[in-house]
DNA sequence: TGAAGATTGACCGACCTGGTCAATGGATGC
DNA sequence: GCATCCATTGACCAGGTCGGTCAATCTTCA
């Protein structure tokens, strides 16, 4: 399809594929315009149209893209080895975190594509998440180590919390551009993190750090 | 200025109102289509521009109608007497909750305003904005019980978490739609506002339930 | 020098935009 | 029945934007 497309310089290649992602993650598919677009990439519309023949085989294009880079980004070999739900959340946070820097709009995107209604694309995307979801979540915590947690405290309720602060805390990461002070957020957030560990595990599944910090 | 509007029945009004707000939270000022605002409350382009005389002046309308409501809503009487950070805490998020279901697209148009950059409307709503902070930041937190605290934790950290976790439950809780298991979710909420609030403040500070569920 | 591909941007017709306005409807008082 | 007044409509306008095209240029390299 986009094979002119697949042999140009990876530069240029990313600088393109950014271009969409910007500027679909910030209009929905039918306001998202191929002028913007190819101007924000630094090429000519009648070069975009050279690689892509038509508007949404590019925004399909950059649908696939994204779903390829979150399965080779997030579940990775590593992530599939870890049984300790903080530690996946932890390195799926860190995943997030690097992917988020590398591609800024990737996640604004994919929202975007997640709640698109009544456009041209839409049911496509509705079909190949409900696929998607299934992967990423169920699988991942299969294989989790629940005895860790106390009685009565569910796992479940646990991951809500934190995907709710990682969220914040992303945003925040997010906002404060190449951040002076992001080391003391991420500081900050990891205390919180082993706050929140404190609370949902039997205290012999705590980090050595926590006991001591705990009992000063 | 809009004395027609103004003369209208409540229902109606409402009706137009929330449409306004509606597509200018989706769109941003340019692409939000006046077509769309009137299609969406059930009345002509013609009337539209019967009641404002132009796009500028709904938007500016429907700015003011947000900071007023927004004033009153949150920073009533009640708000001021309280001097606990976290009942501080609990009743802005209650508030704010309040008015995200009476007008589901409040806080995006809000977003929405203070992002907006390079449009015809940009420079008056950053000036607003600059004012309104101060408001409703500085002063709110300016008579909170410090005292309450632990050495070693900084108020201003955890009301970054809860800034974190609030947003993240508001979404959450609004997704739901009109929720079957809202009440799950709130008492979640709280269960975590507990944990932190035992995390963050001296012990003799902590609320009676805590003290028990805590000793367990 | 020339052939092939990469790249441009002026250009097209279709559609959408904010905004207008003559025409209609319905209420009110006479 | 008629006249007045205002709310309301939607066809209409001129200007702009849209996806998409294409003849003309520029690059590359043999």
Redesign the interface.
């Known amino acids: 399809m986009a094979d002119k497309f697949e042999g140009l310089s990876k530069e240029k290649r990313q600088r393109i594929i950014n271009a969409g992602f910007e500027v679909f993650s910030?209009?929905?598919y039918r306001?998202a315009s191929t002028d913007e677009i190819a101007a924000r990439a630094g090429i000519s519309k009648g070069l975009l149209f050279y690689y892509f023949h038509n508007k949404k085989s590019l925004y399909l294009y950059l649908f696939e893209y994204l779903k390829k880079m979150l399965i080779k980004l997030v579940v990775d070999e590593r992530f599939m080895e870890i049984t300790d739900f903080f530690e996946i959340l932890e390195y799926s946070t860190q995943k997030k975190m690097e992917i988020w820097k590398k591609h800024p709009y990737f996640l604004d995107f994919a929202m975007r594509t997640y709640f698109s209604e009544k456009e041209d694309v839409s049911p496509f995307l509705k079909k190949t998440y409900k696929e998607l979801e299934v992967v990423l979540y169920r699988q991942c915590f299969s294989h989790v180590d629940t005895y860790k947690f106390r009685e009565g405290i569910d796992p479940f309720?646990v991951l809500?919390?934190l995907?709710?602060?990682s969220?914040?805390?992303l945003?925040?990461v997010n906002m404060q551009g190449n951040g002076w002070d992001m080391e003391e957020i991420k500081k900050?957030y990891d205390?919180?993190i082993r706050?929140?560990r404190r609370?949902a595990y039997k205290e012999e599944y705590w980090r050595e750090e926590d006991k001591w910090e705990s009992s000063k």
Do not use: A
């Open positions: 910030q209009n929905d306001r309720h809500k919390l995907v709710w602060m969220d914040g805390y945003r925040e900050e205390g919180w706050m929140l609370e």
